[in-house]
C-alpha cells in the first residue's frame, strides 16, 4: 500500500499543478472498495429504477437513494455519511490529507461534498466540461492554485470498455469567459493530442483540480462503472453542499475528522 515513506509527494504536487490531476495507485485496501460497493450498489439501483427523466436537481433520502439521472444512463448520487462509506481509511487518509497540507500550506481546509458519478452500460460522451465556475465567476485570472479540489476514488477498475473519465491535461489555467460555453465544440473540432483516458485499478485514489476539463465516456460493458468523490475545500470558498450526519457518528471522529467534518449538518440517525 501507497504510504508517506513509500512516496515522493513532492513529485506527486508538481505533476499535479503542471497537469491539472495526479493519479495514485494502492491508496485503498481492495476490501474497503468491496464493501463500499456492496453498500452502494443497491442505493444507485434505487435511484436507476425511480429516476426514468433527466434532471437538475437529486432527490430523494441520502439514507436509500438521493441522486438524478443526469444524462442518458448516466446517475450521480450524494454519499451517506453512515459505515461503510464514511470510512477514516478513505476521507483522513494520511497521504491525501498531507498532499493537501502541502499543496495548500496549511491544515486550514474542510470537506464540503460527499458525492458519486455512475455511467452506466448504454451511456455516451459527456460534454468536455470543468467541474466549477472558477473560470466564469474569476475571469482572466488564472488562479495558482485551487480553492477546491476533488479526491475521487473508482469502486471498480475502470478502461476503455467501462467509461473510463477522459482528461484534457493542464487546462486548469484557463480563465477566458468567452471559452466556457464552447469547450465541448472547440474540443470536438480541433487536434488535442494530449487528452488522456484514466484506466485505473481498484484501490487507486486521484486527485482532481476542478478546473480541470474532462468528460465522462461511454460505458460499452454489462454493468455500471461508479466512481466516488469526497471534496475538499478552503473555508473561504462558499460552497453549499449539506452534508448529514448524526451527532453520535460526528462525536466519535477523531479530532482531525471533527475539523474536516465541521460542515455538517446533524439528522436524526432514525
Request: aromatic share 10%.
Amino acid at each position: 500500500m501507497t504510504t508517506l515513506d513509500s512516496i515522493d509527494l513532492d513529485l506527486r504536487i508538481a505533476e499535479f499543478k503542471i497537469n491539472g490531476y495526479v493519479v495514485l495507485e494502492d491508496m485503498l485496501h481492495e476490501e474497503t472498495i468491496d464493501r463500499v460497493r456492496e453498500a452502494f450498489l443497491p442505493l444507485l439501483q434505487h435511484v436507476k429504477e425511480r429516476e426514468t427523466e433527466e434532471s437538475g436537481h437529486e432527490v430523494g433520502d441520502v439514507r436509500t437513494g438521493k441522486g438524478r439521472l443526469q444524462v442518458t444512463n448516466r446517475y450521480t448520487l450524494t454519499i451517506p455519511w453512515v459505515e461503510p462509506f464514511a470510512d477514516p481509511e478513505i476521507f483522513e487518509h494520511p497521504v491525501i490529507l498531507e498532499f493537501l497540507e502541502r499543496y495548500w500550506g496549511t491544515d486550514d481546509f474542510v470537506i464540503v461534498c460527499y458525492h458519486s458519478n455512475n455511467p452506466y452500460p448504454g451511456s455516451e460522451f459527456q460534454r468536455w466540461h470543468r467541474d466549477t465556475s472558477i473560470g466564469k465567476d474569476i475571469p482572466h485570472t488564472g488562479l495558482e492554485r485551487t480553492p477546491i479540489v476533488g479526491v475521487k476514488f473508482p469502486l471498480v477498475e475502470t478502461s476503455e470498455e467501462n467509461g473510463s473519465i477522459e482528461v484534457l491535461p493542464s487546462t486548469q489555467y484557463l480563465a477566458d469567459p468567452g471559452l466556457e460555453p464552447k469547450y465541448d465544440e472547440i474540443i470536438r473540432a480541433g487536434r488535442f493530442p494530449s487528452s488522456h483516458r484514466l484506466n485505473m485499478k481498484k484501490g487507486t485514489m486521484w486527485v482532481q483540480d476542478v478546473r480541470t476539463l474532462h468528460r465522462g465516456t461511454p460505458n460499452r460493458s454489462d454493468a455500471p462503472r461508479p466512481e466516488l468523490v469526497v471534496c475538499y475545500c478552503r473555508p473561504f470558498w462558499n460552497i453549499t453542499h449539506v452534508m448529514e450526519m448524526t451527532n453520535e457518528f460526528y462525536e466519535g471522529l477523531s479530532e482531525r475528522g471533527q475539523k474536516l467534518l465541521v460542515r455538517r449538518e446533524i439528522v436524526d440517525g432514525e
